[in-house]
């Protein structure tokens, strides 16, 4: 079994989303600047002795040209060169996308269900309660700004069948779906159990980064449900003690550059 991580470039953002209150004004400093930084955004391709399983898809391709509306394109401007298409990544691990019958989906924000459509033959695995959040957020207005971090189209995107996920469970041997809610109504955070790399957790934005992780934890500026939120980052904190596994945090660039990317891989 082999994992690939898929770099699909990099979102900018105020530092705040990541960490809530990472800049404080005060009365010395009413006026504090904030930090504007970049963020990777990335997949993951497990290679399950030759069955192909996809772990979110990046941002969709037209994203800075109208496919998100103009308060996204401010506020997440994402960044992505040729070479870092969800198509070319997954050449770089010897895929093509209709070998991919299985898409497992975090959740539904636009940084991670934006490719969805490449995979119309695939069993698509979410979070039951993410998919009826955002499902609800984008029909019952007609404005984009009231969707939050959902794309309507990603949430119509046709697939082979839709699973909607309640509990932690096995999708192959080795490759189990964990239960994270708190960013999102529901979250699906994943781990593979491999040989000389050991167990990789990825918790995708459970745990944006190790500041999130502490301890102390400290709260992401997207947080649906905090107390939730405080939970699943526990839950990750035991798995990864009970199987010495690596935690592969989601959104720091930091973090990210010390991770192999395709055409490398973890096995």
Not at 78 to 90: G, I, N, P, V
Request: aromatic residues 8%.
């Amino acid at each position: 079994m082999k994992v690939y991580i898929l770099d699909n470039g990099y979102l900018e953002c105020d530092q705040n989303w990541m960490v809530a209150m990472s800049v404080v004004g005060t009365r010395d400093c009413p006026r504090a600047a904030t930090n504007w930084i970049r963020i990777p955004v990335f997949a993951v391709l497990i290679d399950h002795h030759g069955r192909k399983i996809l772990y979110d898809t990046g941002c969709h391709p037209a994203a800075m040209q109208g496919y998100w509306p103009a308060s996204l394109q401010g506020l997440f401007p994402h960044h992505c060169e040729a070479h870092q298409s969800l198509t070319h990544q997954l050449a770089l691990a010897h895929t093509a996308p209709e070998e991919i019958r299985t898409v497992v989906l975090s959740h539904l924000h636009l940084d991670h269900a934006g490719n969805l459509h490449q995979f119309p033959d695939a069993d698509v695995y979410v979070p039951r309660k993410d998919f009826e959040h955002g499902q609800a957020l984008v029909r019952r207005s007609p404005d984009p700004g009231d969707h939050g971090a959902y794309i309507k189209a990603d949430l119509e995107v046709p697939a082979r069948r839709y699973h909607l996920v309640d509990e932690d469970q096995e999708v192959a041997d080795g490759v189990s779906l964990i239960n994270l809610p708190g960013h999102t109504p529901g979250l699906l955070g994943l781990a593979v159990e491999l040989g000389r790399d050991g167990t990789l957790i990825f918790p995708q934005d459970a745990v944006y980064t190790p500041a999130n992780y502490g301890p102390p934890v400290r709260l992401s500026g997207i947080v649906y449900d905090s107390l939730a939120f405080l939970d699943s980052i526990e839950k990750v904190r035991s798995l990864a003690a009970k199987s010495g596994g690596r935690v592969m945090f989601s959104h720091d660039m930091e973090f990210f550059h010390t991770l192999k990317r395709a055409p490398d891989c973890y096995e």
